[in-house]
């Protein structure tokens, strides 16, 4: 996976947290997006986070997915 996505991820995580300490910091992503932001969630473990994950394509992109059907 592009550490660069996930590293994104992670300083946008921080930044939306500092502005609304208050407040949860939604995730949204979809196939290889769930696993970006699954990964960005894993490195922010004392932030407050909110995963809506669609789709995601963890391990192989075969059992569980759509992505063989498109």
Do not use: Q, W
Request: charged share 20%; aromatic share 6%; proline share 4%.
């Amino acid at each position: 996976m592009n550490t660069g996505l996930v590293e994104y991820v992670e300083r946008t995580v921080k930044l939306e947290s500092s502005r609304a300490p208050d407040r949860p910091v939604y995730l949204v992503g979809e196939s290889i997006g769930a696993c970006i932001a699954l990964a960005g969630a894993a490195r922010n473990r004392d932030t407050d986070l909110v995963l809506i994950l669609v789709n995601p394509g963890i391990g192989t992109f075969s059992a569980g997915t759509s992505f063989h059907k498109s």
